[in-house]
């Protein structure tokens, strides 16, 4: 069997194309059940998020399964193939498993390190999981990309730097005020910038937003969204004084605010602090301002300066999830090595009981003067034995099935122990609870982690895909 990935995400495809590829929430039984029926898929997750859709597919052979998840692909998003190919990628086996990984830890996102992609993944497991498009193999993998991904924030300093403008001059507020829980914010200008803004200030607890802007209905649109208050420009600017915060894109081709004007405000808030981000260019403030006691004034240099050191400390701990990424594909193989021999103990251990169950009963049988608590302690001490027998055996076998030749060792094992009825009559009976839709649940504690609104600046790890 093969671990198989096909998508598409921002790298290989515009958002008019993404957008054409979505799985609304509720269409998802429906879609894993087609995927499910796809011919060669034997498992299936699909993570489906407003940067990437991709499908995890378990399949019985290679050749052809591209094929055969891009007619899934035109079948259900009704979008001829021709259409959607040549923004595919395709990942197999160990590339599948260190994409997933690298995903999970946020390492494969616009913004490196953010975590909203670990509890979207998280739940497109539990998702399929529910419906039992999952078997053995991604309940492990999916299991352990949850995991890893978790590790990777608690363990290292990923996601703790801003790499966002906007973001970073939150950042630089909070060093300035420590809370904006009691702080009021004037925008001067309505821009995007100022809008991304304003949300991660609005976010952490600012208590009223001003939005100032020369064509009033942009500012009474953008004003609506924060619950504040519109504002007219010239209103605003004899405001000054009221505000803690100001953030200024207007566009303008002169100054909006000088450093007489900012100074005639000050001496009407005495020991008040005023924190000021010019993220217009050309700039709004006269960087004179700066000069004034107790102002604060930062422009997009001075952020995106933050932001380019705070991403290059992100790459040096994503550097450190390298490695553990390593660790666990090393641990998934292992597993893989020995899943082979599972049914095999399996037989041992259940022939194992048969013969003790028969001779108990056989020994119980020609003594039955024995109590019940006398019948509990042979139980016990003839159960230890077998369990010591045994011990040995299944360690060394496990050790050998990972080894070069270690499907001869298992072949030797079988025959040695005699386990080849036993083994059948397992996997009958393992038929017989499938058609019965027995598929006992194999969920895990898995921690769930808030979600995080994405930040809005693109920063990329390179990561070539295949395209196909």
């Given amino acids: ?29 429906e879609a894993l059940e087609l995927l499910k029926s796809t011919k060669s898929v034997l498992e299936g997750v699909i993570v489906a998020t407003c940067n990437r859709t991709e499908i995890y597919v378990v399949v019985d052979r290679l050749s052809m399964c591209g094929y055969f998840i891009r007619g899934f692909m035109e079948q259900w998003f009704n979008i001829k193939r021709e259409e959607f190919t040549q923004h595919l990628y395709i990942y197999e086996d160990e590339q599948a498993i260190s994409h997933l990984f690298k995903v999970t830890c946020g390492l494969d996102s616009m913004v490196i390190g953010e975590t909203q ?24 993998l999916f299991k352990q990309a949850v995991t890893l991904g978790k590790r990777a924030h608690s363990e290292t300093s990923i996601g703790e730097s801003a790499v966002s403008v906007s973001y970073a001059a939150v950042e630089l507020g909070k060093r300035i005020f420590g809370t904006f829980s009691d702080k009021k914010v004037l ?77 005639k405000s000050m001496k009407k808030r005495p020991s008040r602090p005023l924190f000021m981000i010019d993220i217009a260019v050309p700039r709004d403030i006269d960087p004179a301002v700066g000069e004034v006691s107790n102002v604060f004034l930062y422009d997009i240099d001075d952020l995106e300066g933050i932001v380019e050191s705070n991403m290059e ?28 021999v599972r049914p095999a103990i399996r037989a041992l251990q259940d022939k194992s009981n048969t013969i003790h169950e028969d001779t108990l009963e056989s020994l119980f049988n020609k003594l039955p003067e024995l109590d019940e608590r006398q019948r509990k302690v042979i139980r016990r001490l003839t159960k230890s034995i077998v369990n010591q027998m045994m011990h040995d055996p299944i360690n060394r076998i496990k050790e050998m099935t990972g080894e070069k030749h270690g499907g001869e060792a298992l072949d030797y094992f079988t025959q040695i122990f005699a386990l080849e009825n036993v083994m059948e009559e397992n996997e009958r009976r393992a038929d017989r609870k499938a058609q019965n839709n027995v598929n006992p649940a194999e969920v895990d504690s898995l921690v769930k982690l808030a979600d995080q609104p ?15």
Wanted: proline share 3%.
């Fill in 313 to 340: 400390m992100r790459r040096a701990e994503a550097a450190k999830i390298e490695v553990m990424i390593k660790e666990e594909m090393d641990a998934f193989h292992q597993w893989l090595k020995t899943l082979g």
């Fill in 117 to 140: 992609i670990l509890g979207q993944v998280r739940n497109a497991f539990l998702e399929s999981q529910e419906q039992k498009a999952t078997g053995t193999w991604f309940n492990m």
């Fill in 1 to 29: 069997m093969h671990i198989v990935v096909v998508g598409l995400n921002y790298r290989t495809a515009p958002v008019e194309v993404r957008e054409r590829f979505t799985f609304a929430e509720q269409d998802l039984p």
């Fill in 187 to 263: 925008i001067l200008g309505a821009g995007k910038m100022s809008e991304l803004t304003v949300k991660h200030l609005y976010a952490n607890g600012a208590a009223e937003v001003i939005v100032a802007n020369r064509t009033i209905a942009r500012a009474e649109e953008l004003a609506r969204k924060f619950k504040g208050t519109p504002s007219g420009m010239h209103e605003a600017l004899d405001r000054l004084h009221e505000v803690d915060i100001i953030i200024s894109s207007t566009g303008a081709n002169e100054y909006v605010l000088n450093p007489l004007l900012v100074k």
């Fill in 454 to 468: 994405d930040e809005q600046k693109q920063a990329r790890i390179p990561l070539a895909p295949a395209v196909f």
